[in-house]
């Protein structure tokens, strides 16, 4: 297992190094990465390198044991370069080119700006390539800024549109461009969407897939370097949760694994533990391979203005969480604050004097006990039997055409997430093209781009034996960004035994009423689908008078499986957790435990045992009944009937495994 933090020798004198790298030794720690903005340092004008700094800084991480990850440092352009080549500058959407000075200011389609990157890449991959230290490289940093609207830009988004579509007839269909009359003869006619509110839905969809393939692209540049030249050496790159500007699935691809940046110390206690849960599985199913966390929260995080500081031992049970959700590396972000430049209030673990203090110790504490754990977690995978379609191109297209006031898309998606983190059970996010028959759950919300194929593979996983649950405006698109011209929710009508004719923004609460099978009442909020019950039973409905006809919530069977529809969104998390409660029953889901409120159990399985992690997101100590057969999983004593996690405690224990669930989607 993989310890350590992110370290910026060139920060610091070289008189420094040698002492941030024995307290990293003594720490625990046995990787850091480094250079991933360092071009400047690396390629000081054009043509000449100089490497001798950073080959000093790995000798002196090299004698005290520890690896290093060394990032491409391509996010951020020299002043030389911006200075000699500016078309390498985006453009903004006004015309005007984005003023050099921050990260992420070069345009993925110049030529100049490719080609001094593969020759930065190069350059390094030749040098470090036989580095013993030299574990790994990540390839730029963070990926996802900026878009272009350069002449360049334009003439490349034009070719691909013609490799897409091939003739601009097929374009015209495919956009709907009868509409407003903007039919188009010429690829040069078409124009760049200077905003989603305005232009051609479709033509905003197909922009967003241009983007999101120049970066692919633009690592692809890079990986077909590093491969060539370090084939001993892994490549990766550090994506962000549930940052949706890309399609994680395809930047992924190449990739030997994800790792990825985790900020959850931000607002106050608790209040993102399951999103940070939720992310790192979707992270771990971008591959279905262990991941890495290559930054996470040291101190309070900020540029101008920063949060809160980390409670203590948050740090450490943040790392468990992502160590049970997947994780085998975990790296803070940063080894010291930097008394320079636009992060100074982005704290590392050092303070800007450089004395080690809590937060130093806590992270040596968790350190320690990670490579301590590393033999038991050996062989051991999240294996789900619930999944979450995660679709990037319906978040994209309800981006554009939210629907209702207030559509939070991730944070729709995270009602159902967190209540199944509630409710003791895992789960893993899946693409589209995932092949989801091994799952027993399916979770599709609000999947409104749902082409004829992913609609049948649905139809036939219900009627398999599957359970499906999927809700508001899902079914409303085609792949194209054009509305199905079919009774929603279309193609899935018959699976979920449903129709429905007309729905509506709400402009005001209205009470849901339960029944046997759903029981309690609820708040509706935002959004209504009137839903017609065709062979489907209602779970629940409205007491307004005229929605009194129509359902809230429903379940169908067909085949061998079940249906379940939601036209709304509740306002109470207790709404959903008896939702997800009567979808696992039908599916015959049993969690190992139903943890107390504030506490999270995850599990790894494999080898023939569990390991489970109990956490406690919260400030106060819980007590909680362990799952019958465990016991400790480093000193092997069995469980006693009762345990009490102190404030941001967490328990890790064993026990033998029958074997189950997913192993995930490839």
């Not at 849901?512 to 209602?538: F, M, Q, R």
Request: glycine share 8%.
């Amino acid at each position: 297992m993989y310890i350590g933090v992110d370290y910026y020798p060139e920060h610091w004198p070289v008189t420094r190094w040698a002492t941030d790298a024995k307290l990293m030794h003594d720490a625990g720690f046995n990787v850091v990465r480094l250079a991933e903005f360092a071009w400047s340092r690396l390629e000081p004008a054009e043509g000449q390198f100089d490497f001798k700094w950073l080959d000093d800084a790995l000798a002196i991480l090299a004698q005290q044991g520890i690896s290093a990850v060394l990032g491409t440092p391509t996010a951020v352009m020299p002043a030389w370069v911006a200075h000699k080549y500016p078309e390498t500058l985006a453009t903004e959407k006004n015309g005007t080119r984005i003023a050099w000075g921050m990260r992420k200011n070069n345009c993925f389609t110049s030529g100049t700006y490719r080609l001094l990157s593969e020759r930065i890449t190069r350059a390094m991959a030749e040098h470090f390539a036989a580095t013993p230290n030299v574990i790994g490289w990540q390839t730029d940093n963070e990926f996802g800024d900026p878009q272009c609207f350069c002449d360049t830009c334009r003439a490349e988004f034009h070719e691909w549109l013609r490799r897409r579509y091939g003739t601009t007839d097929a374009l015209n269909t495919a956009w709907g461009t009868h509409f407003w009359g903007h039919q188009v003869s010429q690829w040069d006619e078409i124009t760049l969407p200077a905003s989603n509110d305005t232009f051609n839905p479709s033509q905003c969809l197909d922009w967003k897939r241009f983007q999101s393939w120049l970066n692919v692209r633009f690592q692809a540049d890079q990986l077909r370097i590093l491969r060539a030249t370090c084939p001993k050496q892994f490549v990766t790159h550090n994506l962000m949760g549930f940052f949706k500007e890309l399609n994680y699935y395809d930047l992924a691809t190449d990739l030997d694994f994800v790792a990825w940046d985790n900020y959850p110390i931000w607002e106050e206690v608790g209040k993102r533990w399951f999103d940070s849960a939720a992310a790192g599985d979707l992270m771990r199913g971008l591959k279905n391979k262990p991941t890495w966390i290559m930054e996470t929260n040291a101190g309070p995080g900020g540029w101008g203005k920063f949060g809160r500081n980390p409670y203590p031992g948050e740090m450490r049970a943040f790392a468990y969480q992502q160590i049970a959700h997947g994780a085998e590396g975990y790296v803070w972000f940063r080894w010291r604050t930097c008394t320079a430049g636009r992060e100074q209030y982005w704290h590392g673990l050092l303070g800007h004097d450089g004395v080690p203090a809590r937060r130093y110790q806590e992270a040596a504490q968790t350190a320690q006990e990670l490579h301590r754990l590393a033999p038991i977690l050996a062989g051991t995978t999240v294996q789900a039997e619930v999944a979450v379609l995660h679709d990037y191109e319906s978040l994209w297209a309800l981006d554009f055409q939210a629907g209702y006031e207030g559509n939070d898309t991730i944070g729709h998606i995270m009602r159902y997430c967190a209540a199944l983190y509630r409710a003791g059970v895992g789960i893993d996010f899946v693409s589209p093209h995932c092949d989801i028959s091994r799952y027993r759950v399916v979770i599709a919300p609000q999947l409104f781009i749902l082409p004829d194929a992913l609609a049948d593979k649905l139809r036939d996983f219900v009627k398999a034996g599957g359970t499906l649950l999927t809700d508001l405006r899902s079914g409303v698109k085609n792949e194209t960004n054009l509305c199905h011209d079919r009774t929603l929710p279309g193609k899935l009508s018959e699976v979920l035994g449903i129709r429905i004719e007309e729905y509506e923004a709400r402009q005001r609460e209205l009470p849901i009423v339960g029944s046997a099978n759903l029981p309690g009442s609820a708040t509706a909020t935002l959004y209504s689908d009137w839903v017609i019950p065709g062979t489907a039973e209602v779970l629940a409905g409205y007491d307004a008078w005229h929605l009194q006809p129509y359902a809230a919530v429903t379940q169908n069977r067909f085949g061998k499986g079940h249906g379940f529809y939601v036209g709304t969104i509740a306002k109470e998390p207790a709404f959903y957790d008896r939702l997800i409660a009567r979808v696992l029953g039908e599916a015959g889901i049993k969690p190992v435990l139903t943890p107390p409120p504030g506490v999270e159990m995850a599990i790894r399985r494999g080898a023939g045992k569990e390991v489970i992690f109990l956490l406690n997101s919260t400030d106060q100590p819980v007590t909680i009944a362990p799952p019958t057969g465990a016991s400790d999983a480093q000193t092997g004593q069995p469980c006693k009937d009762s345990l009490t996690l102190d404030r941001f405690d967490v328990v890790v224990l064993l026990r033998k495994s029958a074997g189950h669930g997913s192993a995930g989607c490839p």
